[in-house]
């Protein structure tokens, strides 16, 4: 018993702290309101301190947002792309990486109200991932109607046009345009599965870190945890790299070619 | 293979039936996805704008910069021709002012050179004339003198005296 610690395994929905009328405060969502807060005081901080000549901290910042054009423009190959895409996967980035490794900061999530935490891990809040992955999914469509125009967008799922240039071709060119047809309608279930793909799997993994953390707690108490902890890290900054990237190769696909 | 629960599982729940077991709640969600929009906002207005427009302005500064360098550098180096053109000028011209010098020293000193062996010339004529005539004037005062003397001593011999007239007409008829 002195070498465990005991703890609850954090409940898979997110607990209402008060309701706003009808509208439920979760401590996932008093997080990312805490998270905001956090951002816009330092965003604050960060625009007063701007110079042509950097300080040390603006450097680290200019090196970070470099790194992160550089990886997307390995995803997408061209900086026109990426220079267009880069707000949108860095605040991505920013934000879950921000959301996953919150949590870890000793005590934040161990202040209760009615025996719940106050604050609790947005990705471990099916919600926050979820809606994140829609954002990210319903920007995409729109770049991707910009780009293609509203019928070069829905041709590119439904291809009637194919069908009937196939059969003019020949009846071999026309099956195969038939088969182009039910893979373009595929291919709305495979836009809807990316929202579920994206939200699921950032949700399982940060949840699942969670659930290990108190098993582990249970198991041996000193020295694991540390372990597990550090792993944390690793895994939260590995899933908000995997989201971003996974945007910004989504993001490509649903461009023209010769973008 | 599917079990007799997971089929039962399958087949009662629908898709937000299974949603609302993982905590789906669309006034979450909607409120989160609100959230993400305001921070995307947030983030591009006042991270990414600023920090683009900041290295913007510092790379045309350094670009400015190595142009003005640039630029000092071709202006040195124009300045340093100009400087060794203006050398060699200021050389040459140096040296033609001290030809001339010179030259104008050595004309001068030949011209008073020559001035003064003229006036030499002219001096040692006068004083040649000079002495000519007070040779001659001291030779006829000699010759009268001489004849005075000569004259005296005749007289002196003839004991005779002769007047002061002729005297004086035959010292003029001698000394002729």
């Known amino acids: 018993m002195f070498f465990q610690v005991a703890g609850e395994i954090p409940n898979i929905q997110p607990e209402t702290i008060f309701m706003i009328g009808n509208f439920p405060v979760t401590n996932s969502f008093l997080m990312i309101n805490l998270i905001t807060v956090l951002l816009v005081i330092f965003l604050v901080w960060f625009n007063r301190n701007l110079k042509i000549k950097p300080q040390a901290m603006q450097t680290v910042i200019e090196m970070f947002l470099d790194s992160i054009m550089r990886?997307?423009?390995?995803?997408?190959?061209?900086?026109?792309?990426?220079?267009?895409?880069?707000?949108?996967?860095?605040?991505?980035?920013?934000?879950?990486?921000?959301?996953?490794?919150?949590?870890?900061?000793?005590?934040?999530?161990?202040?209760?109200?009615?025996?719940?935490?106050?604050?609790?891990?947005?990705?471990?809040?099916?919600?926050?991932?979820?809606?994140?992955?829609?954002?990210?999914?319903?920007?995409?469509?729109?770049?991707?109607?910009?780009?293609?125009?509203?019928?070069?967008?829905?041709?590119?799922?439904?291809?009637?046009?194919?069908?009937?240039?196939?059969?003019?071709?020949?009846?071999?060119?026309?099956?195969?345009?038939?088969?182009?047809?039910?893979?373009?309608?595929?291919?709305?279930?495979?836009?809807?599965?990316?929202?579920?793909?994206?939200?699921?799997?950032?949700?399982?993994?940060?949840?699942?870190?969670?659930?290990?953390?108190?098993?582990?707690?249970?198991?041996?108490?000193?020295?694991?945890?540390?372990?597990?902890?550090?792993?944390?890290?690793?895994?939260?900054?590995?899933?908000?790299?995997?989201?971003?990237?996974?945007?910004?190769?989504?993001?490509?696909?649903?461009?023209?070619?010769?973008? | 293979m599917i079990t007799h629960e997971s089929n039962y599982l399958y087949n009662s729940m629908d898709i937000m039936e299974i949603l609302g077991k993982i905590g789906f709640d669309w006034r979450m969600a909607l409120a989160n996805f609100v959230n993400f929009l305001i921070i995307f906002w947030l983030l591009k207005r006042y991270a990414f704008e600023p920090v683009k427009k900041v290295i913007n302005q510092r790379q045309s500064e350094i670009n400015k910069g190595l142009e003005d360098a640039e630029k000092a550098q071709t202006e040195l180096v124009m300045a340093k021709e100009n400087y060794e053109k203006k050398m060699s000028e200021a050389r040459a011209e140096a040296g033609e002012i001290i030809t001339k010098a010179n030259e104008q020293a050595e004309n001068i000193i030949t011209k008073a050179t020559k001035q003064a062996e003229e006036k030499v010339a002219v001096i040692v004529a006068d004083a040649r004339e000079s002495i000519k005539h007070e040779r001659e004037n001291m030779e006829r005062e000699l010759q009268a003198k001489t004849v005075s003397i000569a004259l005296e001593v005749a007289s002196k011999i003839l004991k005779t005296k002769l007047d002061e007239k002729t005297e004086a007409n035959l010292i003029k008829e001698l000394t002729k």
């Open chain 1, 71 to 259: 990886l997307i423009d390995q995803i997408t190959g061209k900086r026109s792309v990426s220079e267009k895409i880069f707000p949108m996967i860095t605040s991505l980035f920013i934000f879950v990486g921000i959301a996953n490794l919150i949590g870890l900061i000793p005590g934040l999530t161990s202040i209760t109200v009615n025996g719940f935490s106050i604050f609790r891990t947005p990705t471990t809040d099916f919600n926050t991932t979820f809606s994140i992955a829609l954002v990210m999914i319903v920007l995409i469509q729109i770049q991707s109607i910009i780009d293609w125009g509203i019928f070069g967008y829905i041709g590119r799922f439904i291809q009637v046009r194919g069908i009937i240039e196939g059969f003019k071709k020949g009846l071999g060119e026309g099956m195969i345009a038939i088969i182009n047809f039910l893979i373009g309608l595929l291919d709305i279930i495979s836009e809807i599965a990316k929202v579920v793909s994206l939200s699921v799997r950032l949700f399982g993994n940060i949840y699942a870190g969670e659930i290990l953390m108190v098993i582990i707690l249970g198991a041996f108490a000193y020295a694991l945890p540390a372990v597990w902890l550090g792993m944390n890290l690793f895994t939260g900054i590995i899933q908000a790299l995997v989201f971003g990237a996974l945007t910004a190769a989504y993001y490509g696909t649903a461009l023209k070619e010769e973008n």
